[in-house]
């Protein structure tokens, strides 16, 4: 059967070639006579893998020394705990809420003391970012808290807020590895591995080493703890082995192509062909303000539901998969990853352009 152009938000679509190579080395992985899944995570090829996957992800994103690569499971909900529980010390945190996944981080935080709402863009659907370069950040504040990319809504951050020399953490599941960053920039990164980078089920955490500490909520359980992972090298226990190793082909792929500045240029490129015609046409429109968004989520809509509807039935018929809006927000989505080749995006818009001329009034 033919591979559809899928443009899911998450788990998404991966590259071909790092699927391919998974597949040569499904039973036999190298000369291990066995496949990475059957592998012990204390063995010399395992090490390898995870030693590699972390060195070019260290190399992909230019992460300084003093930052430490975590390979976690629980996907990003557990991450909305743990950085409270292990970060929040003084009790307060400042979270600008741009979404979903911002409002559950902030209410999951509740539980471990008083965080604020710092920002908001609730009122209106989450359709913009708040304007972050004066807020009344807390002096007292442990961390402000983003959303750096609204995969629901699709906004993303055009800069970062200016959180007055607080630490900044950022929830990067769904653009992680799109462009480069300046990763000193913030405190602590973390990106659920099934939107930009490999199979759901490994959570990626970067993190300053001075904001690895023992001293965290009381009652952390061990495995909530950042310090136990970072003083094991994500081996206190049994690590998802299977996904670091796809993760660590992915960013092999990834630094083949040209790294991260290649990847923001194709990037740029894709998501541009959608946003132009987006903005040319008279049947669709983009769902979110212009200069927020996404390159990764392109949400729009064509003001009709039941022309949405229709929409996104022909498009499945036409072979293009996970359209369809979020449950909260309705419309149409195109999630167009790293991994979503540019025919893809090329294919999608031809079939737009088709649908409008015969949907159009
Ligand atoms: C998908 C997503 C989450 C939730 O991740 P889970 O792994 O399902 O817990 C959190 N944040 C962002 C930005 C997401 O896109």
Same mark, same amino acid.
């Given at each position: 059967m033919k591979r559809v152009y899928n443009f899911s938000a998450g788990p998404a679509v991966l590259p071909e070639p790092v699927l391919q190579q998974a597949a040569d080395e499904m039973l036999c992985y190298k000369d291990t006579g066995m496949s990475v899944m059957e592998m012990s995570h204390r063995s010399k090829a395992?090490?390898? #893998?995870?030693?590699e996957a972390i060195a070019d992800l260290k190399q992909l994103m230019n992460i300084p020394d003093n930052y430490k690569v975590l390979f976690l499971q629980g996907g990003g909900h557990t991450q909305f705990a743990m950085v409270p529980m292990n970060l929040m010390r003084s009790?307060?945190?400042?979270?600008? #809420?741009?979404?979903?996944?911002?409002?559950?981080?902030?209410a999951e935080a509740k539980k471990y003391g008083t965080p604020?709402?710092?920002?908001?863009?609730?009122?209106?659907s989450f359709s913009y970012i708040p304007d972050c370069t004066n807020l009344d950040v807390n002096p007292t504040a442990d961390y402000v808290y983003i959303c750096e990319n609204n995969t629901i809504y699709g906004t993303k951050f055009p800069v970062l807020p200016n959180t007055f020399g607080k630490v900044l953490v950022s929830d990067?599941?769904?653009?992680?590895?799109?462009? &480069?960053?300046?990763?000193?920039?913030?405190?602590?990164?973390?990106?659920?591995?099934?939107?930009?980078?490999?199979?759901?089920? !490994?959570?990626?955490?970067?993190? *300053? +080493? /001075?904001?690895?500490k023992e001293d965290v909520f009381p009652g952390t &359980?061990?495995?909530?703890?950042?310090?136990?992972?970072? /003083?094991?090298? $994500?081996?206190?226990?049994? &690590? &998802? !082995?299977?996904?670091?190793?796809?993760?660590?082909?992915?960013?092999?792929?990834?630094?083949?192509?040209?790294?991260?500045?290649?990847? =923001? *240029? *194709?990037?740029? +490129?894709?998501?541009?062909?959608?946003? /132009? %015609?987006?903005? $040319?046409?008279k049947l %669709? =429109?983009?769902?979110?303000? =212009?200069? /927020? *968004? $996404?390159?990764?989520?392109? !949400? %729009?809509?064509?003001?009709?539901k039941e022309m949405d509807e229709l929409f996104i039935n022909a498009s499945l018929e036409a072979g293009f998969e996970n359209l369809k809006g979020h449950r909260s927000v309705g419309g149409m989505r195109a999630s167009i990853y790293n991994a979503m080749p540019l025919d893809g995006v090329k294919a999608l818009t031809a079939f737009m352009v088709q649908f409008e001329k015969e949907h159009a009034l």
């Open positions: 395992f090490e390898t #893998i995870l030693d009790g307060s945190a400042d979270y600008i #809420i741009t979404g979903e996944w911002a409002k559950k981080a902030y604020r709402k710092l920002a908001t863009s609730e009122e209106a990067m599941s769904s653009c992680i590895l799109s462009e &480069p960053i300046d990763v000193s920039k913030y405190g602590l990164i973390y990106a659920g591995a099934q939107k930009n980078i490999g199979p759901a089920g !490994t959570v990626i955490v970067i993190i *300053r +080493e /001075d904001l690895i &359980p061990t495995m909530l703890q950042y310090k136990i992972h970072a /003083d094991k090298n $994500s081996l206190y226990n049994t &690590p &998802p !082995t299977y996904g670091i190793y796809i993760c660590g082909l992915v960013f092999k792929w990834l630094l083949n192509l040209g790294g991260l500045e290649e990847m =923001k *240029r *194709r990037n740029v +490129e894709k998501a541009s062909i959608l946003y /132009d %015609f987006l903005d $040319s046409s %669709f =429109k983009g769902s979110v303000a =212009k200069k /927020d *968004r $996404s390159l990764m989520n392109v !949400t %729009f809509n064509t003001g009709n």
